[in-house]
């Protein structure tokens, strides 16, 4: 399983990013897609997770209300879009997948891609 994330940036207090996670490598029909974030000097954080099979959502509570998690299944491809975007939203996102039911445990994942930069100046 291959996953490449991508649409990071610097974006201003209040805006908005879309991220991308593209998987390749197997289908995904029993797989759930989750997204983290990693601060400097922070644990990581569960940020959403969605399931391929039924469209069942997590969310992280910091996020909830401003994130959306959504797949496209032509593409393989997980979305997180990011509104209302806060300095406190800066991390490296990274996604990452696992067989089963989406967790908002990180160790519970087994494929993870390569993080992509969000950051939001105030």
């Known amino acids: 399983v291959q996953l490449q994330a991508s649409g990071g940036g610097l974006v201003r207090a209040g805006g908005s990013l879309r991220l991308s996670c593209a998987a390749s490598?197997?289908?995904?029909?029993?797989?759930?897609m989750g997204w983290f974030r990693q601060a400097p000097g922070k644990e990581r954080e569960f940020v959403a997770a969605?399931?391929?099979?039924?469209?069942?959502?997590l969310y992280g509570g910091s996020v909830k209300g401003r994130f959306t998690i959504s797949r496209d299944d032509a593409k393989n491809t997980v979305y997180l879009q990011m509104n209302s975007l806060k300095p406190e939203d800066t991390a490296v996102y990274s996604c990452?997948?696992?067989?089963?039911?989406?967790?908002?445990?990180?160790?519970?994942?087994?494929?993870w891609g390569q993080g992509t930069q969000v950051t939001v100046s105030s």
């Open positions: 490598g197997r289908t995904f029909s029993s797989y759930a």
């Open positions: 990452a997948s696992r067989e089963g039911r989406p967790t908002s445990n990180y160790g519970q994942y087994d494929y």
């Open positions: 969605i399931s391929w099979s039924d469209n069942s959502i």
